[in-house]
């Protein structure tokens, strides 16, 4: 039984490992689809829990985040195989394009398919934003505690605000995202201890 479910979180982290171009962030609509839609181990929310401790996390946030997810599922036996899962297609695509990839280089049709991969991966980077906007920014906490749409600046006004400026001192001014994340995890810290106050 426990074996099933090991295989389980190989296959799925496989799958997503395969797929999933351009870096973590492009992972995000496949990592839905698999660990929420298909198998119910985690919900939206705990899974953007999970991608957000991945990014402030040293390592891969793909490696991360199957680790975290896989962790939840089965302990240290379900995270060596997420893990393994996730990297498995990532060494054997490698491995062959070492091997191969100078000898195609020049093919026109192996640039215009990398060219496509390129413009895939950001449609998937986009499509990940607007998700993490939407539950993280735009949504905020009903009164049972659930989460919810509503009118955004009647309570959470601060949530717009540190996002815009989060993406502004990222976007123009080139200060590391380290001390962006660090900033939010403190920001966040004092606005719970104000509300709990």
């Known amino acids: 039984m426990r074996m099933k479910l090991y295989m389980k979180l190989f296959g799925a982290f496989f799958r997503i490992g395969l797929f999933t171009f351009g870096g973590g962030y492009s992972m995000l609509p496949m990592l839905q689809r698999e660990v929420v839609d298909k198998y119910g181990w985690a919900t939206n929310d705990e899974l953007l829990d999970c991608f957000s401790i991945s990014q402030c996390t040293p390592g891969v946030i793909a490696v991360n985040s199957a680790t975290l997810i896989g962790y939840k599922q089965a302990k240290l036996a379900g995270a060596l195989f997420a893990t393994i899962g996730v990297i498995t297609p990532s060494i054997i695509i ?22 496509g991969i390129r413009v895939a991966v950001a449609a998937l980077i986009v499509s990940a934003v607007i998700k993490l906007i939407k539950s993280n920014v735009l949504q905020q906490p009903a009164e049972d505690g659930k989460q919810g749409p509503g009118p955004f600046f009647k309570r959470h006004w601060l949530r717009l605000l540190l996002f815009i400026l989060s993406f502004a001192i990222v976007a123009f001014f080139s200060v590391s995202p380290i001390f962006i994340v660090a900033g939010a995890i403190l920001t966040g810290i004092a606005l719970v201890g104000k509300a709990a106050a």
């Not at 490698?94 to 060219?115: S, Y």
């Open 94 to 115: 490698i491995t062959i394009i070492a091997a191969t990839l100078q000898n195609f280089m020049h093919i026109a049709a192996v640039a215009h398919a990398f060219a």
